[in-house]
Structure formats: structure tokens, C-alpha cells
């Protein structure tokens, strides 16, 4: 029989911060679980503990200083690795492109900092799957490998048990499925070497089985240790010694021959993509405004000296990044973790509202504003570097001098733009809301003034006849009074691009768990919501909007179907009130497309896939296109989407909105028919989608910046009179092609430079000039398709090109001195 090893032996204690408690309980288990992992190596010279999640290391060092002296000690002794390089271990499907950035930003400035080291090891081993872009993630952030648990064996075949991960872009890591389980029981640990062994090819290559009491932590006992050594006298068994993750990738390294995986990690856990749409929800509002306040904040540092706010937003960011926390941001924990939760990313975005308003309103009070009796002056400012055209709501008290009609200017006497009043949120007499189209300049902001004017512009927005039509000469819809659904959609001189014949608001039987164990698809339909109103609610120059009732049960469906002027989309804008337990609700959408394909965003990127039924992790837009156009679907908080396709052109694109197990339900527990549990996803809430038809290709119809606009809005705000050095319309930053600039931001360094992030969102490669005229700069950049870049901008020096931790790339990470 072929000798097989040798068997590095991994030390670790997996520890869930939230699960089946709440964080003050994992706080208190990390303490434990580290000052064990110390006690062990005074007892066993040769003993290793390996420790990922760069949080759990900094509540030690808050907590118990004298207990993070004692690992910084076996930290410089190389016996308490240190790997992950992340805040936690993150669901990796759900959080954003920009918060992986920040994972490995502040971990390893953090680790560098306090310890004295980096982690080059990625370690991920209980999320529910991987996205395609972490190879891309990792690489940028220092870490050349990744140990992942899921998917298992039995959920996907990879092309062997390590291979070299690969992104689009062609950035790699060495990849390892670690067998069986990353915890073992606290005794002797025979059997769980059998089971990893079971599930390890036999070859002489070095393999790696982790061991240790994990989940409410704990780490390798005793019994534990002294089973390894008694294991590594057996014939029966390989060679086998405690070792690090760093050891065991540089020698499997070594080995040639090593297959290529070039895409995602998929599937475990397919209901965590929808489980709790409160928290993903948050999540997503959470990320999006912190992007919109750096910039603001760092444009805000140039223009009117406002002072950095860089600990703010790493406080805030780091508030979100534990939020992502796999078993929270998955929807899998206990009900009263997600009042922690929903407490941790309040604070979040709150400090990114008031940071955003301060640096806004620091810039707007600097534009030239002359007086002007009865004239009110209104700024709008547009977060993406690129021009856009957006529908403004403005909601205001009534001063004196517009009660009445209004007359909207672009700039102080520009064009005359159509007003129409919407409904506003306050039901008491004394405020009012409108909307208008603004043509904004990139990442900048216009000057409009509104004045006393006549009825030639202004428009009530009441509706002026019983159609069920949408046009506004770029997209036509029909809403179908009998169904409540959309009859046709399509660009205002083409085809219609939907089918009929399926059922757009349907009720699915799920009686899998919160996680939907042994399952790939939601797709058991019981139902549908049936419509019980129909009423057009506004009409005209500005917006179009029809209001749709529907019912299921106890269950109830608004949605409000809006067309605004110019726009390339119907917008959606969804309430519903959910009291089904045990049952989920997709939104489908069925295009009748011959030769489609599936695009669905990820973080970062996008990956074509199969239209077989699957649920699948989406972030804000999926696109069904054929040779001959198709139609995208934007939104701004959901994550699960599943395509149907069929050989007759039709493909129904589901998005799961909403689903109802019980909380924290693990199978193969059962439900008791008369038990009392909580269920997930019972209430009100409210988010919005859009569709867009496009004759052409996604790429040239815009869709990405289309969702990116959707997820990060425009700005309004009020202004007065004042004399100042700014132009009534500005832009302070721009880029053309398929290029997308995410993020503006102050350095970590605090030394007045400014990192611009930027991303190729086509596919392809591209060769772009990127302007920053606020820091008097212009450069050129080319991108590989889908590919991540960081440039440092700094005082009297060109645009260099840094890693994701803002460092320079050909040089060691920057250490803390002792």
C-alpha cells in the first residue's frame, strides 16, 4: 500500500462570534478559547494553534492586555499563527466587492500594527460558498492561499483536493478543501482522522486536516494533542505533526501540475441568499452610504479643509464588516442577534449620514449665490463619475414665496425644467414634494433655483386618463389590469421583450430549513398573490406611476410601477406585508429572449451562468440578453435569484424576496406541528427593482452604472444666498469606458494623499484617463477585464499604483517598529 502524508495538523478552535448567542457571549468565548490555546503550549513544546479573524484579536487587545502580550510573545515565536487576514470570517457572497477590500484593509494594517506580521494564508472554512472574484481579493491583499470547508464533496466535484483558484482577470491562489469538518471532538480523534482521510486522495503529496472543539470555540484539548501523538505511531495512518497553514501551502506549492479552477465556489446553503432581507437589506444601505460619505468627506478635505475622517469611517466600516459575519449576514443566527445587528449598522450609517451631510454642506456653502427675493436655490450632487440624468425628489415647507406654481432653472438662469408634484411624506398641511429631471455633471454637483413661475412647466402629476400605458418615448409598459402584472415591456420602438403566461408574484412551498439543507432550488410553486387594485395614481411630464394591490392569504403586495422622463427603465417600488410561514415569495419575470444568457453581478465583477432553476447569489442587477437585447433587473437590497430557461425563448428570471423558515433551524432538527417558534421575514418591508429593456448588448446599455445609480442616489439640498469661489455646476472627478471609479477615500496613512479605486466592469480590457481635477490630476490606466486597481494619489508626485492594503506592491508590508 502506498505510504500517504505526511499530515500537517492544524490547531484551531472555530469560533461563531453570533450564532445560537449573541456577541457578548462570543466575546467572552474568544477570551477563553485564546488563554486555553496559550496554556496548551506551556504543556507541549511542539504544539501549534493557528487563529484567523482580526476582530477576535482586537477585543484581547481592548479587553485583557496582559493576555495579548502572552499572544503577541507566541506570535513572534511563529507557535500562534496568524491567518484569514480578514475582520472575521464573511459570508462570501453577500457582502460587497468594496467590503472585502476592507476585510483585508483594516485586518492587515491592524495585524502589521499590533503584531508585528501580515497574514499571507487566506482561511474561510464555515461561509456557504465562495465568490469568483476572492482569488483577485485575496491576491491584492497579500494572501497567495485559501483553506475553504464548503462547498463538500458531495455539493461540488473540484478538479482535485488543491488546485490554483483563478480569477477573470487571472490573479490566482493555491486552494485547499479541507477534509470532513474544521472541528473535532474534544477527545481522541481517531475517527475524525478517518473521516478527513476517507475524503483525501491517496498520494505522497503534503495534505492538511484541521483539528480543535469548535463553533462556541474552545481549540485542541489534551486529549486531543496526546491523540495526535499516538496516532503517529499507528501504521494505519500517515505521518502526522502539528504544523501551520504556511508550512503545509509552501510545500504543497512545490508540487507541478496543480489543476486551474476559474470560477466560483458553488453551492451550499442556497436559502441563505434570501434568509432575513431586513439584515441583507441593511447591509447593503449600510455599504453604499459609506462610499457616498467618503467621497463626499474626501472631496470635502480639498475644497473646504473639513478634517479627516478617516477613524470615523474605519469605526463605521468595521461595525459592518463584523455584520457580515457568516452566520449573520446569512440570516442563520437567533432573533436577538438581529437587534444587535440592526443597533451595529444604524450606527453605521448614521455616521456616514452625518459625515455625508457635513462635507456637503461644506462644499455647497462655497458656491457663488447671489440674493435674490422669491428665488430658493437647490444643489443636487451626484456620487459616480460619470454624467447622469436622474429624477429628483425635493421635499420642502412652504415659504412665501412658493406656494404655489413653480418655475425650475438649471444653474441661476439656465433652461426651464418640468416640475411635477408628487405625494409627500407628511400627511399635515405645510409641506410639499416634487420631482424634476436633473442632467448632473461626474461626481460633482448643479446649482438649480426655483422661483414663482406660471402652469407652462409645473404640473400637479394627477391623472389625466384610466390607461394602464407607460411611455415616455424610450420604454413602453402595459400593466395588465386582470393580472396586476406587466402585459409588455420593452424601448418605446421595439418589441415587446416579457411573456405572458406566468404568474409574477408567486407563493412557494419551502419547508426546508434556514439554511435549505440538501437543496439547490426554491421553485415549488403553491400559489400566487392575486390583484385586488389597479389605479393610476400620477401623470405626466415628469412621471408616469400606477399603483397595483394584490393579496395572498393574510399577505399583502403594493407595487408601484414608476416611469420617470428619460429614464431607460420602470421602477418598482415594492411594500409587502408578509404573514406566510414556511413559504417564500418570488417576483418572476418572464422574457421572451431566444438565445439568452444568464449575467448576474458579483462582488466586484460578473459570471455568466446557467438558467437551470438554481437559486444563485446576485447582487444589484441580473441581465437576460440574446443576440438581439433582453432586459436587466437592478435592486437595491436583494441577493437570490434563480433563471428558468427553456428551448422556446423563454427565460423567467426569479428574485426571491422573501422567505419565512423558522429562526436558527438547523435540519435534521423537525418542526413540532403545534411547537411555538419565530419566524424569519414576518411584517412589513419595503426595497425596490427596476427593469430595463435594451435593444442591445448590457454592456453598451449601461446596466451597471443604471444599478449603481439606483443603489447610490443623488443628493438634494436646499441652499441660501451667499458669495463664495465655487461655480454653480462643478465635477471632481471623471472617467469615460468601461471603467468604474467605486471609491474616493483619504489614506489609512493620514498623510494627505487620496486612493482612488477603480474597477473594469465589461469583461474586457481597457485603456482609461482618469481626471481628478479637484487634485489637479489626470492619468492613464489599462485594465485587465474585471480587474481591480488602487492608485495613491499624493502631493507633487504622479498616480501610483498600491495593493488593497495601500501599499506599494514590490515592497514588504510596512511593520510596526518595536
Known sequence: MTKRGPLHMIGNAHIDAVWLWQWQEGYQEVRATFRSALDRMEEYPDYVFTADSVAYLSWIAEHDPGLFERIRKRV??????????????????????????????YSQRWLAEQLGVIATVGCNVDPFGHNAMLPQLLSKARLDSYAFLRPQAHERELPGQKFWWESADGSRVLAYRIPHEYCSPGGEISGHVAKALQQLPATTEPLMVFY???????????????????????????????????????????????????????????GCYAAHSGIKRQNRLAEQSLLAAEKWSTIAASVSGMPSATAELGHAWKQVLFNQFHDIAAGTAIEPAYEDARDQLGEAKAIAARLANHSIQSIARQIDIPAESSMVPVVVFNPHAWPTTATVELEFGYPAPLRDAIELREGLDGRVINVQEVRSAATA????????????????????????????????????????????????AEVDPKTGWLKCLGTADGRNLLASGVAHAQVIDDDTDTWSHGVRSLWKTADAFRVKRVRRLADGPVRQLIRVESAYGESRLIEEFVLDAESDAVEVRVTVDWREQLKALKLCVPIAVPDSVATHEI??????????REEVPSHAWVDISGPSGGVALLNDGKYSF??????????????TAVRSPAYAWHDPRQLDDDGVYEYLDQGIQRFTYRLQPHDADWRTSHVVRRAAELNQPVTPLIECFHAGPLAPSQSYLAVAGDVVVSVLKQAEDNDGAVILRAHEIAGRSADVTIDVPFLDRSFQAGFRP?????????????????????????????IASE
Open 76 to 105: 513572534a515565536e511563529g507557535r500562534f499563527e496568524i491567518v484569514g487576514g480578514w475582520w472575521v470570517e464573511p459570508d462570501c457572497n453577500l457582502p460587497g466587492g468594496e467590503a472585502f477590500v476592507r476585510h483585508a484593509l
Open 786 to 814: 474585471q480587474e481591480i486597481k488602487t492608485f495613491r494619489l499624493a502631493a507633487d508626485t504622479d498616480a501610483t499604483e498600491v495593493d488593497l492594503i495601500e501599499w506599494n506592491a514590490d515592497q514588504p508590508p510596512v
Open 642 to 655: 434563480a433563471v428558468d430557461g427553456t428551448t422556446d425563448g423563454l427565460s423567467v428570471l426569479a428574485m
Open 212 to 270: 480543535g472543539v469548535g463553533n462556541h470555540g474552545g481549540g485542541p484539548t489534551i486529549e486531543n494533542i496526546e491523540s495526535i501523538k499516538q496516532l503517529a505511531g499507528r501504521d494505519l495512518y500517515p505521518e502526522m505533526f502539528p504544523s501551520t497553514m504556511r508550512r503545509f501551502f509552501d510545500e504543497a506549492r512545490t508540487f507541478d501540475g496543480l489543476p486551474v479552477h476559474p470560477t466560483e465556489l458553488q453551492p451550499h446553503a442556497i
Open 603 to 612: 462582488p466586484y465583477g460578473h459570471l455568466v451562468r446557467e438558467q437551470n
Open 429 to 476: 398641511n405645510g409641506r410639499r414634494r416634487i420631482a424634476f429631471k436633473a442632467s448632473l455633471p461626474p461626481l460633482g454637483y448643479q446649482l438649480f433655483t426655483m422661483r414663482p413661475g406660471d402652469t407652462s412647466s409645473y404640473h400637479l402629476g394627477e391623472p389625466s386618463r384610466d390607461s394602464f400605458v407607460l411611455d415616455n418615448g424610450v420604454v413602453r
